[in-house]
């Protein structure tokens, strides 16, 4: 018998405001936190803005160049995609110094697990695997059309393509295992605790659940087309949306729209830690933090 996933048409509560927000770089987009900070990615600025979270204020704006992207952190440094270049950027939060990578690709929005850092190269079609302990690229993944963003969880790498695919990599042969057809565009991705993996699609009026089990989606939550950042935090999964501006919660049992929140201007990529959800506003150049109760 052929499973049908399952629809939830979305409620809509009322409008929330964040707990605070913070002016950074011009138009960030990526977003992180490590090392007791939040680091955004300023796409037009060239720059990461580093955000004490104990103040709410910028305290370093470290310059990298190009047109940073996507951010993540883990193996002790902050890592920033760049689609200007050819170049991804490591930082060193204790000292702000950069370390600049050459890739040769436009590299979007990376995640590390497994010992390496992930880059998806959005033109050149492959996720490029970089070993933080020399800096330099070990392995080049060919996947499918146009990768735009990396999630480690459930011992994989996962990678949402535009061709509305999402593929996932073993990364302990660097083979792709199996690809998923989701809602056109998909863009950023998030896995839980409960084994589950979640992506937006900017195109669609969606945002799909896969079973890891199966390889399939198995819900989909109906939300306003331009769905793009995501995170898992406090029992919930949140979605930005790029053309309204703003941020909702969903129960991820039920796929229902528990809260909404009106944050910045095209808010990006996401990031959990210090207590808060955040939320890198690329058209309004802040950062909205929302206290997770």
Known sequence: MTSVPVVILAPAPALLRPDATIAVGSRPIGLVLGANAVWAAN???GSVSK???TSNRVTATIAVGGQP???GYGEGAVWVGDIANGTVSRIDPITSAVVKIQLGGEEL????GFGSVWFPNFRGGVVNRVDPTTNTRVATI???GFPEA???GLGSIWVSNEDASVERIDPATN???ARISVPRDPDYL???DSGTVWVTSLEQPAVSRIDPATNQVTGTVRVAAGTQGIAVAAGSVWVGNYNQGTLVRIDPATLAITARYQVGGSPRQLAVGAGSLWVANEGSSTVSRIVLR
């Not at 929005?109 to 590390?112: F, G, I, K, N, R």
């Open 43 to 45: 796409f037009t600025g």
């Open 51 to 53: 955000i004490d979270p």
């Open 69 to 71: 992207y996507g951010a």
């Open 109 to 112: 929005t990376p995640a590390v």
């Open 142 to 144: 060919s996947i499918g």
């Open 150 to 152: 990396v999630a480690v």
């Open 175 to 177: 083979a792709v295992v």
């Open 190 to 192: 998030a896995v839980d």
